[in-house]
């Protein structure tokens, strides 16, 4: 209840063909480039770094919408399809999937932004559930990304909920021990690599205080990380995200952080069960789009972790979590302001 739980599996080969196919592209450094018809380019490097997937499912959609004449609505998802949104990174082929990513994000002059979610015995068992087998599995799956991602630039947003579900007593005590060293081991192993930054994923504002996380996070090496991240997932105010972070800052060595902000434009929904405000609200808008110029020294990025339009999980009529949801997706634009 406390976590963001679905927070946006995703089916491993999905978009990769598309990344792997642009890999080979020319991009003219940031120009625009087809993304299946919709015309999606690069956002400014200086203010945002990020790579946008130009044939992401929001861009998808965008053509097909314009190919139905369904302009206005074509339009709206244009909000979502030319912002820079997380790649996660699937089971099987990390290691294919990593480098399709990175590759297409340098040749377009930008950087990969990517999530990690594999940790074993992932979301207790709930929408989300799933994550490699055991230990073992898990550091040969962070190899790969590794090996993947190699020198080109990439920031990786780390295993989300992963620390938060041990705090909360949702991941059985046995597998405790085993977590910490994992998430300690994939901050030291990706951390090595010539242009990669990670991000530790630190929870959010709305499951409780700072001071339950801060020692899970030293725990599973944030002193190794570049930072962490705040709200993935999730649709807490950037204000108050930004309260979290700070206070959580400054009990880890005043680590710098970033936020999600991609669903956060009108806050948390606050009706409902508690247990599933988390998934898929009414209501929602998307929030600031991403930027590294936050005006803030301890804030580090913006940037949308979640991709907006794909759904938390089968719950207020969804579709499997990290399943594109047009419908969903086309509220969350209409509702930005």
Not at 156 to 171: R, W
């Amino acid at each position: 209840m406390y976590g963001k739980r679905g927070a946006g599996v995703r089916a491993s080969g999905a978009v990769l063909g598309a990344a792997l196919l642009l890999a080979g592209c020319s991009s003219g450094g940031g120009g625009e480039q087809d993304g299946a018809g919709a015309r999606i380019g690069q956002q400014p490097k200086g203010t945002d770094p990020f790579w946008v997937n130009p044939d992401g499912n929001a861009a998808r959609q965008v053509a097909a919408y314009e190919e139905a004449g369904r302009t206005a609505e074509a339009e709206q998802i244009r909000k979502i399809a030319e912002q820079p949104t997380g790649e996660w990174i699937g089971p099987e082929n990390p290691e294919r999937e990593a480098r399709g990513y990175t590759e297409a994000a340098a040749k377009a002059d930008r950087t990969a932004l990517l999530v990690l979610y594999n940790i074993p015995h992932r979301d207790c068992g709930q929408y989300s559930q799933g994550g490699a087998a055991d230990g073992a599995a898990y550091r040969t799956w962070i190899d790969g990304v590794a090996k993947g991602i190699g020198d080109r630039p990439a920031t990786v947003i780390l295993e989300p909920d992963a620390l938060l579900h041990l705090v909360d007593g949702c991941t059985p005590e046995e597998y405790h021990e085993e977590r910490y060293d994992l998430l300690k081991g994939a901050v030291a192993t990706l951390g090595a690599l010539k242009a990669t930054k990670v991000y530790v994923d630190a929870g959010n504002a709305g499951w409780g205080h700072p001071d339950q996380i801060f020692e899970p996070l030293r725990w599973a090496g944030v002193a190794g990380a570049d930072g962490f991240a705040v709200n993935v997932s999730n649709y807490y105010a950037t204000e108050q995200s930004l309260t979290y972070g700070k206070q959580l800052s400054a009990k880890v060595g005043d680590k710098p952080f970033v936020v999600d902000t991609s669903r956060n434009g009108n806050g948390p929904y606050t009706g409902g069960s508690p247990d599933e405000r988390w998934c898929n609200p009414p209501g929602r808008a998307l929030g600031e789009t991403p930027t590294t110029r936050t005006g803030d020294p301890l804030v580090d990025a913006y940037v949308w972790v979640k991709r907006p339009g794909e759904s938390d999980g089968t719950c207020k009529g969804g579709p499997k979590a990290g399943a594109w949801w047009p419908a969903y997706a086309l509220k969350l634009a209409k509702a930005t302001r």
